[in-house]
């Protein structure tokens, strides 16, 4: 995936945003963690306060899922979202341990119409959802157990490569307004704060 790095990078400065995206269900929903995980680290952060970087986590709009779905067809609920969120540039990641998924696939044909670099991470190449992407990272074990805990650990090593290939683009944040209160507090009825022991 190093041979678009650059591209990225210049997409991210420019406030263009990655997509996570995966199929879901079953035995996916390990992998629906990854991509909320990826996408949090991205627009809060990995290590150092910085500011933050858009991304959007497609399987996480559940409302547009069933709607699109409903209206389109099950294939359609990616692919819809990436013509309406995706600008050329962007980043499309595509995670899929069997690279078959039709919904993948059809995000992937629409994000490479649109002009954004897909990058996929499946399970073992070749498959049909790396023959789509731009880049690709397939772990080659045939346990999907195996193909999610790398995609995790991969996950993790991009954005630490955007946080550092970016350092000095991604200032630190301004520190928020007011106090930073740390552990539970209860706020009762008349407004006094009351810490909670946990």
């Not at 995966?22 to 909320?36: E, K, V």
């Not at 996929?120 to 789509?132: C, Q, R, S, V, W």
């Not at 550092?164 to 007011?178: E, F, R, S």
Request: glycine letters at 12%; aromatic letters at 4%; charged letters at 20%.
């Amino acid at each position: 995936m190093g041979g678009h790095r650059g591209a990225s990078r210049r997409g991210l400065r420019r406030g263009r945003r990655g997509a996570p995206t995966d199929p879901g269900g079953g035995l996916m929903s390990l992998l629906d963690a990854h991509l909320a995980h990826l996408t949090a680290e991205l627009v809060g952060k990995l290590r150092d306060d910085r500011q933050p970087l858009s991304a959007i986590a497609l399987h996480a709009e559940t409302s547009a899922l069933t709607a699109i779905g409903n209206d389109y067809g099950y294939e359609e609920v990616f692919a819809r979202q990436v013509r309406a969120h995706g600008r050329p540039d962007d980043v499309l990641l595509l995670l899929s341990t069997s690279g078959g998924s039709g919904n993948l696939l059809a995000a992937a044909r629409t994000g490479r119409e649109a002009g954004l670099r897909c990058w996929a991470f499946t399970g073992p190449a070749p498959n049909p959802l790396a023959e789509a992407c731009h880049e690709v990272l397939a772990v080659d074990s045939p346990d999907t157990q195996v193909v999610q805990e790398l995609h995790l650990v991969s996950s993790h090593l991009l954005c630490e490569y955007v946080e550092q290939a970016m350092a000095d683009q991604l200032t630190p944040a301004a520190p928020a307004a007011g106090a930073v209160r740390a552990g539970v507090e209860v706020v009762l009825d008349g407004g006094a704060v009351r810490p909670v022991q946990a």
